[in-house]
């Protein structure tokens, strides 16, 4: 009798999902066999947020089979209330339909849940948990110089592929970029007018990870006599005044799901559904960093492993190197030598450039340097920042054929502190 009220319950499921079979991919839908099937039923996906009411009726469904895909829904909303399967192990991913490069108010999440499909048996999955799963960013002035700021003052922030502009104007907005990597590096560029005087000031933060939170506060302090700070100063009442960004990290708050602990996945540590859905690749250990020295970073890749520059030149993407010195000092130098395979003394000289040259102290390599877009002089040695864009010179590498190119790049601090990092660069 028992066995007889669950198959009746079993085909009543089947009812409604077979009216939704054009869900299913076209091998499942022919595939289904009929003796060896079972049903699932998901239950509104749990949302684990930042501090906001989000309802998940909008979100992606998916069903995998390994990397294979199942099914997909455009909606939580849309999706049958039961779905029939062969019997196997699957993933059910849900995820908002957002995911941009960069955007306002609008926060992306991402989870997944396994489950199994049992012969004449239903499953319901229950605690499938949606992360908060790109950066949010916000930026805020102190008191003092919120009164000093004009209407052009904005700032740029970028991570990886996106960038927004948040105005002064408008100190409420909050942005929202894709974590393109498990560590990601944030640029800001405050410009604008400070009591009628035009500055630009560059900050750059590295380690700023998926899931994260970030307010950046700009404040003036007060510059001593002796002290170097050229670069995004304001001078008020005959006292010289840094316009400097501190970034910190927000509690998101996120709501305490009230559900048996054996039963939540550990959160991810990626989060890319669009192109890997089903992945679950896991960084190692974060490296001890000795945050005295200065920092060489690539901008959304990893500086230690080769890059291509014709993946970058065909997608139209800029390639660019991220130059930090400690908080307190400048930079005093970046000293660059290239070891190539075809670019030699006499092609380099050709374009203004030798095998080795300092930024700082470009010399007789200045024009050539400039041209490329490469930072010279000040614009190295008055801040502790510096975004060195090596895009213009791409194409000069492919011109001489398939070849290594090493840029091996010493950054020294005014504390005399250095880092060596060397770039590949492999034409084909």
């Known amino acids: 009798m028992k066995r007889l009220l669950n198959m009746l319950c079993l085909m009543i499921g089947l009812v409604c999902s077979f009216s939704a079979c054009s869900h299913l991919s076209e091998k499942y839908e022919q595939e289904l066999p009929s003796d060896a099937f079972g049903t699932m039923k998901l239950v509104s996906p749990l949302v684990s947020v930042e501090s906001r009411a989000v309802s998940a009726s909008n979100f992606v469904v998916r069903i995998l089979n390994g990397t294979e895909k199942v099914a997909e829904y455009t909606s939580y909303s849309k999706m049958p209330e039961i779905i029939t399967l062969p019997v196997g192990v699957y993933t059910v991913e849900a995820f908002s339909p957002n995911l941009q490069d960069a955007a306002w108010d609008s926060p992306y999440y991402y989870g997944k849940e396994s489950f199994t499909i049992e012969k004449d048996k239903l499953t319901e999955v229950t605690t499938l948990i949606c992360y908060f ?91 001593e006599e002796g002290e170097l700070a050229e670069f995004g100063t304001v001078i008020i009442g005959g006292e010289t005044f840094v316009i400097d960004g501190t970034c910190t990290l927000v509690d998101l708050g996120d709501i305490k799901v009230e559900v048996p602990e054996q039963d939540i996945q550990d959160k991810p540590d990626s989060f890319e559904p669009e192109e890997n859905p089903g992945g679950d690749d896991t960084p190692g250990d974060d490296p001890v960093v000795d945050e005295t020295k200065p920092t060489i970073v690539g901008d959304g890749f990893d500086i230690d492993e080769a890059q291509y520059p014709s993946e970058y030149i065909d997608a139209g993407k800029s390639l660019k190197v991220l130059i930090n010195s400690a908080e307190g000092t400048t930079l005093k130098d970046i000293y660059v030598e290239i070891d190539s395979e075809t670019l030699t003394a006499d092609i380099l000289d050709g374009v203004g450039l030798a095998t080795e040259f300092s930024l700082a102290n470009p010399g007789e390599f200045r024009e050539g340097l400039s041209g490329l877009n490469f930072p010279v002089g000040e614009e190295v040695t008055s801040t502790n920042a510096v975004v060195f864009d090596i895009s213009e010179f791409l194409p000069l590498l492919g011109i001489y054929g398939a070849a290594d190119h090493n840029f091996i790049i010493t950054v020294t601090d005014s504390n005399d502190q250095s880092t060596k990092k060397t770039l590949l660069l492999i034409t084909e």
Do not use: H, W
């Open 133 to 223: 799963s790109n950066i949010k960013v916000n930026v805020d002035y102190s008191e003092d110089l919120k009164a000093l700021l004009d209407l052009d003052v904005k700032v740029n922030v970028t991570i990886g592929q996106g960038s927004l502009d948040f105005l002064a104007t408008n100190p409420n907005a909050t942005g929202y970029f894709k974590a393109a990597d498990v560590e990601n590096t944030m640029i800001a560029v405050l410009t604008g007018t400070v009591d009628g005087q035009y500055i630009t000031s560059t900050q750059t933060i590295a380690g700023v990870k998926a899931g994260e939170a970030r307010k950046i506060t700009y404040s003036m302090k007060k510059i």
